[in-house]
């Protein structure tokens, strides 16, 4: 008989630990209950801490041979019923995609988290913003979640989970080398206080159960594994029940259903913070730790008499368009804050469609943007 004490699945308290371990204690807050992950930088003190962890909460932890393996194992357990995770950074998330795919198709809800950096180098960037929503194959809608410090990135990876089983949908925590290295305060409040969803199980018995059968928000309702519910998950199209059928209104159904539960619940999805904006004439849109030197910037322009606003980007996919287009209409001027070439920025820019200006404060140097050098941008613009 084991007569070991289990730990605490959530350390209420004040901490200072890094991102990596944050995103960690985000999980098992969440109910995260089985792990597989394969050593990359800057991500690895999440399978560290993920492999002392969560064996010790009743959960098990995998180490796979590559990133592949570690994403279908995560599928998997996601469709016998756990709440399942992975974690990977930049280079690594190009080598899981097949398995992502898989992921979308078969509706098995699950947690990503991708520590961005450099190529090759541990260096900050926001260069995989695309890749999050477009590297897998085929017809899905993705969620992506952008923290911007270590508190949010326990946050937020709740705030994932809870997606994850409510959509049954992969969603990706959109980490960077930034947040995920240094080391904050963080705080973890009561188990009690914590807002947990879990998936909606079928209360339909295995001969009238449908699978893949739309319900609330086009969700299908889960089935328990190993209880006679003998359903197929293939990535091929499938009908209601679940059996592979070619026929292009099966295909068309299930893609629209899909991609639907998705993009016709935006309200329920798309979650964006203001700053300053009440009476802004130019406004800043950031996500993830371009956040921080951004706010610096606006009250550096705030100071200075100009009136400059701030829209943090919660989430970044599905992209917040009524948020966005709300700004459009009330500033002459938009500016888009990126650490990279300037990729998401035409997201932004197409959703303002000429109702504003629009501007670009831009770098791909594995630095995160000084407040110095968006106040600059900002100045350029009011004049």
């Not at 889960?222 to 059996?243: K, L, V, Y």
């Not at 016709?264 to 300053?276: A, H, L, M, W």
């Not at 709300?326 to 469609?353: D, F, L, T």
């Amino acid at each position: 008989m084991d007569t070991k004490k289990k730990e605490e699945r959530v350390l209420t308290g004040v901490h200072f630990m890094p991102g990596n371990y944050a995103n960690v204690e985000g999980a098992l807050s969440a109910g995260c209950d089985f792990f597989a992950g394969y050593p990359i930088t800057p991500a690895n003190e999440i399978s560290e801490r993920m492999a002392k962890r969560l064996p010790a909460v009743g959960g098990k932890f995998m180490q796979g041979e590559d990133e592949l393996c570690s994403i279908f194992a995560v599928a998997g357990a996601s469709l016998a019923g756990a709440k399942a995770m992975t974690a990977t950074a930049s280079a690594g998330y190009n080598y899981l995609q097949e398995g992502l795919e898989y992921a979308y198709a078969v509706e098995a809800p699950c947690v990503i988290t991708d520590v961005q950096r450099c190529r090759g180098e541990n260096y900050a960037s926001q260069a995989d913003v695309m890749q999050m929503r477009w590297g897998a194959a085929g017809d899905y809608e993705a969620i992506c979640l952008a923290p911007s410090s270590v508190q949010e990135l326990y946050d937020y990876t709740i705030k994932a989970f809870n997606l994850a089983e409510e959509f049954r949908n992969p969603v990706v925590i959109m980490s960077e080398t930034t947040i995920a290295l240094m080391r904050e305060r963080l705080e973890i409040p009561a188990e009690d206080k914590l807002n947990i969803i879990n998936r909606k199980y079928t209360n339909l018995s295995p001969k009238e159960y449908k699978p893949y059968a739309a319900g609330e928000f086009g969700v299908p309702d889960f089935a328990p594994m190993g209880e006679g519910f003998n359903t197929i998950r293939s990535i091929n199209p499938h009908d209601e029940i679940g059996n592979i059928d070619w026929d292009p209104e099966v295909f068309d159904k299930l893609c629209k259903r899909l991609t639907g539960k998705i993009s016709e619940n935006k309200d329920r999805i798309c979650e964006t913070e203001s700053f300053y904006m009440d009476d802004a004439e130019v406004a800043l849109i950031a996500y993830g730790s371009e956040v921080r030197p951004a706010l610096d910037a606006v009250e550096m322009a705030r100071n200075s008499g100009m009136k400059v606003g701030l829209l943090k980007l919660v989430t970044v996919w599905p992209v917040p368009e009524k948020q966005i287009d709300e700004i459009a209409k009330q500033v002459r001027a938009v500016i888009s804050v990126e650490m990279n070439i300037g990729k998401y920025a035409a997201e932004i820019e197409r959703v303002c469609a000429g109702r504003c200006n629009t501007h670009r404060i831009t770098k791909n140097r594995g630095l995160i943007h000084s407040p110095e050098e968006i106040f600059n941008g900002i100045k350029e613009v009011w004049a």
